[in-house]
Each structure stands twice: as C-alpha cells, then as structure tokens.
C-alpha cells in the first residue's frame, strides 16, 4: 500500500513538473472533431458510392460497369473532398495568420497550432475513400445480378450502422436513434438513385 501511495505521489509531481503529459480538454475535444469529422466523411463516401453503383446497376446488370462507376465514384469523390477540404482550411489558416498578424504574434509558438492544409486533405481524402470501398468490395466478386444488388444494400447497411454508432458514441446522442437515423438516410439515398435510374432504363431514354 505504502508503495502504490508512493507511485501515485510520484505520478502527480512528475505530472505537476510537465504539464504536457496532462491530457488537455481542449486537445480531446478536438480529437473528437476530428474523429467525428473523419466518419462523417467515411459515411459520405459509402453513401455516395452505393447509391452510384446501384444506380447504373439499375440500368446495366454487368458487375463490370457497377464497378467501374463505383471505382470512379472513389477517385472523383475523394479528390473532390480532399481539394475542398484543403481550400477551406487554407482559408481559415489565413484569417488567424492575419488575427496574429494583427496581435503582433506572428511566428510566435501560436503558429504551431494552426491547422495543416495539407493534413486535413490527406484525412478527409482517406475518410472517404474508406467508406467507398466498403460497396466497391461487396459487388466486386459477385456475378449474380440480383445478388450483387443485394449484398451491397446489406454491406452498406452494416456499415452505415457502424459509422451511426460511432457518432453516436463521439457526440454521446442516442444510440440507436442516431443509427437509424443513419441507416435510413442511407437506404433513402440508394433508394432514391436505383428507382430513378429504373425509371430512366424503362422510359428507353
């Protein structure tokens, strides 16, 4: 006992003497964002992606074109969040480098701080992406048209509920109400783009 009071004792004064090993509340708060950010982004490119694929399965019935729309779904999709991801943080970047302009604090340890365009393009690009795959591997060993069709609404199911969890749990909402919510979002979405898309294929335009 005397030692466990011992170690603890020590963990305090050596916590006391540097600071940075405290976890901060701010610096877990911004992981949270970013955690948060990085399913929003995952769940943004598995809807997307599906509901491509799904659409141009609703015209052609080949696995080939499903994936290829589904690939290009991918590249186009994560380029597209990567670019827009990195413009808006160049243009935060600038108007706090302008605030500490200002203030007369630039290239001051605040700088340090500030967030990396590139970094946030690299993340919300991988984020994406990880979300595309998820219906790109579903439908890309499959011939069955119709099973195809169904094994990718049941993997982006799963996975949409997945990602409704973790927001769930990182905005600490409810957790099967956030799920659903999720989910149906996501069904609606595919739902929407495979009936459209029918619509198109039985109009013979």
């Known amino acids: 006992m005397a030692m466990a009071m ?3 004792n020590n963990k305090l004064q050596v916590d006391a003497e540097n600071p940075a ?38 015209v052609k019935a080949e696995a080939r074109a499903m994936v290829i ?17 990195f413009v808006s943080v160049c243009s935060q970047r600038d108007v706090e480098l ?4 200002r203030d007369g604090k ?3 340890e605040e700088e340090k701080g500030l967030p990396s365009p590139v970094q946030a393009a690299a993340a919300s690009a991988m984020a994406f992406s990880v979300g595309a795959i998820v219906p790109l591997l579903a439908a890309g060993f499959i011939v069955n048209y119709r099973l ?9 199911s799963a996975a949409l ?30 739902g929407v783009t495979f009936g459209l898309m029918r619509l198109f294929k039985a109009s013979g335009i």
């Open 69 to 85: 729309s589904g690939f290009a779904g991918l590249l186009a999709g994560a380029c597209s969040m990567a670019i827009g991801e």
């Open 106 to 108: 630039r290239g001051g």
């Open 98 to 101: 302008a605030q500490l302009e």
């Open 161 to 190: 509920g997945a990602f409704g969890l973790v927001g769930a749990v990182l905005g600490r909402a409810a957790v099967v109400r956030s799920s659903a919510r999720v989910v149906v979002g996501g069904w609606a979405a595919m």
């Open 21 to 58: 090993v405290v976890p901060d509340d701010d610096d877990l708060a911004q992981r949270a964002n970013w955690l948060r950010a990085a399913v929003l982004g995952a769940n943004d490119g598995l809807v997307s992606t599906a509901s491509l694929m799904l659409g141009v399965g609703a």
């Open 148 to 156: 195809r069709i169904a094994v990718v609404v049941a993997a982006a």
């Open 6 to 8: 011992n170690d603890t």
